[in-house]
């Protein structure tokens, strides 16, 4: 398989983007530059200085002549060169005129360090709005405000625009976080593993540049190899779904978002005001954009060691070489657990490491070389797994036993690395503090082998490889548009129901508009009539036919189950007219109170007629509206499954064929649709149609709030839905 | 609560106990001893002089006047003095002659490095066999063969009898491990984390000291805080288990069991092959032990450092101290998904916080002291942490901004942590690579405060300390034993059971003599008759009463139910004439074949009737009989929940009553149980009852195999055992 990343390598290294004057500056003015140690003016100095930014560097200072040895301005408009970033680290009441100056400047990108905006109160959203409105007038691109910066490692910048204090080596992989002190301890983690870093990005408040802005940017950059991405929320979730669907079909994204528990989530809100409440199914957000997502931020910069040198598998199936027995059982059940397979090696494989092993070396998968075994027992092994067809990957234990040379063993791990054919990691198991080690050590690290120091970790990461390759494949597909549904019709209902009658701008359609609107979506329901007194609901019952339900009907009654306003299984006429009789009476005009409260009964009582279809599999579907991202559609199966056990799933709409599918095989009990003890299975087609239809339908429809199908009935040869609500703006 | 931990330290801290021949040896033996540098027996002698060994060393070569410059002796009789202990690294045919010397010799203990014994074959095994007579006429203990060693870091023995390379500081944590490879992985972690050990134990073929052993004598020692176990696999789970249960209460076993994966189990088993097929319930047995289990070794040690310096905290209520938003948001998501809780801080917390820390700090939980937080600030929200009677633990998060005194944040940390009075884990974020931060890591680390480089990492740590308190204040009591069941009887039917007639040494018992013993036992079954004629049928279902269940019964008819044995809701004698006459012509004896393959019909026919009892809650318990360990008992909700959705539930045996309420508790369809939907819920008393009751009947008959109480048909005043299946040997 061809992927994109192969590509399009060529046609993208040369476009010119608009946010390189942020990563790529070539010159940087620091508005705020002091020689005050440890104030932040001085140490973005400082750190570009130490970093050997290739540029030019303008710090503007009213009152000093120079800032660290370098030259200062007054203003901007004293530098006598163009300029393409500016630091801002000024008291935050002086920002929008220094915006509207910067604009006049030509500076097409700004750093806003300084707090004091939308983090504190009406004063600072009103500065944080003025800037944004000179910034919008010039055309001037907002990083921050209240953040840490950006780092390009990219040796033709060096740019450290950022306070913190690490210095990465250049790499491969790129950071964005929401939270500086997240992004600063990630950095940190791939500066002790060793890890090079590209570029790193904090943007705080994001008012402007937004972490999926950073994220295309990282997309689109040659140089990044993968990317680790922090949040705790997103302030457009549908942006990044888009932004980040793109990107990670390119390079893998390892995201974590934070705030997953509620206890957690009012942390976030005490520190990040701005996104309280907008909690958003991040977790659906990255599914289905195939980012590979971690509730562990250790194991996501671990990962990213494998990430940044490793290619990509073509498949699950891993071959083992160990020089240590324990290690290899527990990395087996790691690379097990996370859906790799150990396949058996080949009669020649096999014959091959009977004539190079040691005879005590166990031939097999895991294949033992034994602590003894050297640099051409490893190599051997090595070559064989090359080249077994069967074999997508390889999982290495090496303990660094005193009886044999070690340094010879990791040169010839590194020169098969090197070949890049099938990725590799190393549980690299020795003391560092013994010289003899050392060496060791570096020659596996500076030959790109991933080196990890337990077995479960470097699983862990030959497994996340594996997983990035599973979710890049997945090939959703796009949504299935039913062309015949009756779009005008939908709209005339849903336009009616948001009429004034309902309280705080929403409403329930009454079921007459609830069945006419999913028929006219091609939603299956079954055979009804609305009718408003007894003959007519013995005439509409012989119509269906019997045996049928009767519901009182008015959109004053929305819990008519739990009030008797229900009747299931009615076999005749004389059952029919009793029932009537007595919601009438419950309900009716002349009913001493009504269940609204409101005293009087319901004035506009029906009767709602359907033919009652027992027998088959309850399932529900539903839907419900998110703020700023498409609804979520749920499926799950009824009853107690869904009350009790709350086994149901959720994808974001539109939900694709593929998507619906994996909805119906992904609930735990789903093996109840194919039929068990006897029983026989439901028609999923059709449960997978009513799905698409219902995704379309809220696609089309943003007014609707919620809606429950519960029950649809599913049978052997078709399903319909035989209740519904649905709730409208 | 007091812990026995404290009231037991003085009276065990001087008996003399017999492994410390082992593990406190005043005087060691090298058999094997070697001048040939990486020879076993040359790095051992090495490493017992390196690690400054304060006994005395005996070389013991034919050959050689001294070794690595100590006299060496041709025999171990031609040594003066007495030997505690003796390695043994000679060829494997000569140890049964050397063990009998050592013997004669008096010395107590014995560790054989050398391999060649039960994992090489017949010839090893009755090698080891011999030397195992040997050593028990002589009252020689062995540890071993083919193992490591042992290694103490007391100073006042720093016994390194062990050829591995990893050279530990003398702390509080103990280790044992089946694995060599694992076990110095695991002590190499502990030293890059920095964290002391106390005694290591790796015990490859364990033919005669146990790992149940060593825990004991772990358990014994006052220097050992907490104990880390590697296992895949138990020679004896029951005794581990009985040895773990007393260990437990008194210090915490952080344990990992590997091959929990099918893959991982055959990994295990190439190379450790005495232990293939023993896969018992691993898990069940470090939850009845009260052991903390692990899936992740990396996770396991860095736990390990923060039981080997912090008290275990009374309870689940944590306060957070941080100086950066993001990671107080992540400690915050894990330490909650660990069951924690982050209690409001009091009035009086608030006030003395509103006047000790900075303006821009935010008084909550977490307090957040702001990364331009000093000494002061630190101290005072530990103060007021340390001083909140709604707190039992502390979580730090520590970033080394460059704008504050690290070092004294740090002191202040470490002052608090001495006192000791509630633990406190440390999320300390910095670059080692300045200086400056060196500095304050030494502060940090020589002050005992675990220090973690991840939030979630810390959390965990935390986590582990709270799981701790849980597992030791759990107390799941002795089992009830129930006086009035009548045992002679039930002797005599599975006596009666485990007749020739079945095969392969097992049968199944008929239904008659099921109903009887589980009466026996006091376990309720529908009443019930076993007849042998027509008449004799509809007598029974009338005494019975109607509605009633008729089954056709003989030893032959295991399958019953799929072969149409059995006629369910017969309502009156003419159902039952039907239903008898057709089971006749079905599996009589006149019928053509019978379904057990034999030519003929069934000749002991007989039709077993009870009473049909519908609309309770279908439960299903169960007991299987486990190699080396008491049975295990399953309870689940029956139907498709234990088939399809497999929401059961096991314990080891004996079941105490606290263990069958949590069997019934821990179930995910828990909630069915106590009645959903309008539905009521089942008489639980009873249904905990028939566990305890089936429990202590499998522990009293050990020749049952296997049991299948399913259906229990559970209502709302009691429950009733309707269809069971009994196999004994």
Redesign the interface.
């Known amino acids: 398989m061809n992927y994109p990343e192969a590509k399009e390598k060529k046609s993208t290294s040369k476009i010119v983007h608009e946010l390189d004057s942020l990563f790529k500056p070539k010159s940087i003015a620091i508005i705020g530059a002091s020689s005050k140690e ?1 104030s932040i003016g001085n ?1 973005i100095l400082k750190n570009l200085v130490h970093f050997g930014y290739t540029g030019k560097i303008y710090p503007i200072n009213p009152k000093e002549p120079e800032v660290r040895g370098i030259k200062a301005y007054p203003t901007i408009f004293d530098v006598p060169d163009n300029i393409d970033l500016a630091h801002v680290i000024i008291p935050s009441k002086f920002v929008p005129q220094i915006i509207e100056d910067c604009g006049k400047k030509g500076i097409k990108s700004v750093i806003i360090n300084s707090a004091g905006f939308s983090e504190m109160g009406e004063e600072g959203k009103a500065l944080q709005k003025a800037f944004l409105a000179k910034a919008k007038e010039y055309g001037v691109r907002i990083f921050g405000p209240n953040c840490q910066g950006i780092i390009n490692c990219d040796p033709e910048y060096n740019a450290y625009c950022d ?1 913190t ?2 210095f990465p080596k250049p790499g491969s992989i790129s950071i964005v ?9 990630i950095m ?2 791939l ?2 593993l060793e890890i090079g870093m590209r570029m790193y990005a904090s943007n705080g408040n994001a008012c402007d540049i937004s972490i999926s802005d950073v994220v295309n940017y990282y997309g689109e950059d040659e140089g990044t190899k993968a990317i680790i991405l ?1 949040t ?1 929320g997103f302030h457009n979730p549908k942006e990044f779904l888009e932004v980040a669907k793109v990107v990670a079909k390119k390079k893998p994204i390892l995201a ?1 978002k ?7 989530a ?3 809100a ?3 005001g701005s996104l309280a409440g907008v909690d958003i199914a991040t977790e659906l957000i990255f599914e289905k954009a195939g980012i590979l997502a971690f ?4 194991e996501m ?1 671990q990962v990213a060691m494998a990430f940044s040198t490793q290619p990509i598998p073509k498949g699950n199936r891993v071959g083992i070489i160990t020089n ?7 990395a ?6 996370a859906g790799l ?2 396949p058996p090696l080949s009669d020649k494989a096999k014959n091959i490491l009977k004539t190079t092993l040691l005879p005590e070396a ?1 031939i ?1 998968n ?1 294949i ?1 070389v034994v602590a003894t075994g050297g640099g051409t027992h490893f190599r051997s092994a090595l070559d064989v797994l090359m080249n077994e067809e069967t074999i997508d990957s390889i999982y290495i ?1 090496f ?2 036993a ?2 044999t040379d070690t340094d010879e063993v990791a040169r010839q791990i590194v020169e098969v690395n090197k070949m890049k054919k099938k990725p590799i990691v190393c549980n690299f ?6 010289e003899r080690y050392q060496v060791t050590t570096k020659i596996m690290k500076e030959g790109g082998v991933p080196c990890y ?5 470097a699983a862990k990461a030959l497994g996340a490889l594996y997983k990035y390759h599973k979710v890049r494949s997945r090939n959703i597909g796009e949504a299935k548009v039913f062309k015949e549904v009756d779009k005008e019709k939908a709209k005339k209902i849903i336009q009616s129901g948001s009429s004034p009658s309902g309280r705080s701008g929403w409403v329930f359609l009454s079921s007459d508009k609830v069945y006419t609107l999913l028929s006219a979506y091609g939603i299956p329901v079954a055979d009804w009539r609305l009718v408003d007194d007894v003959e007519k609901t013995v005439k509409a019952a012989t119509e269906i036919g019997f045996p049928v339900v009767i519901k009182a009907d008015a959109e004053s009654l929305v819990h008519k189950s739990d009030l008797g306003g229900v009747a299931v299984n009615i076999k005749n006429a004389d059952e029919v007219r009793a029932v009537v009789e007595n919601m009438k009476r419950k309900f009716g005009p002349s009913s001493g109170s009504s269940p609204s409260g409101r005293s009087g009964g319901v004035a506009d009582l029906k009767f709602f007629v359907q033919k009652f279809l027992p027998g088959g599999k309850e399932l529900v579907a539903g839907v419900s509206a998110q703020r700023g991202l498409e609804p979520l559609v749920m499926f799950g199966l009824g ?2 499954y869904v ?3 709350k086994d149901v799933v959720f994808k974001i709409a539109p939900v694709t064929e593929l998507e619906a599918k994996e909805m119906l095989s992904s609930i ?2 789903s ?2 649709l194919d039929g ?2 006897g029983e026989k299975g439901i028609h999923k087609e059709s449960v997978i149609e009513i799905i698409q239809r219902l995704s379309q339908l809220v696609i089309d429809f943003p007014e609707i709030q919620e809606m429950d199908l519960n029950p649809i009935m599913a049978f052997v040869d078709k399903a319909f839905v035989v209740d519904a609500r649905i709730k409208v703006q």
């Open positions: 440890l140490v306070f204090f690490t976080a929401l939270s500086g002190g997240v992004g600063a301890f940190q983690s500066f002790d922090y705790e974590m934070a705030g997953r528990t509620e206890a957690g009012q942390a976030a005490s520190h990040t509730n562990n931020e250790e910069c240590t027995g324990g290690p290899a059982v527990i087996t059940d790691e690379l097990v657990s397979v150990l166990t097999g895991p033992d234990n303990v660094t005193p009886f198991m020795t003391n560092l503090s013994m120091a337990f077995p479960t970790t009853g107690i009350e009790v056990l735990k009990a093996k109840l068990v003890r």
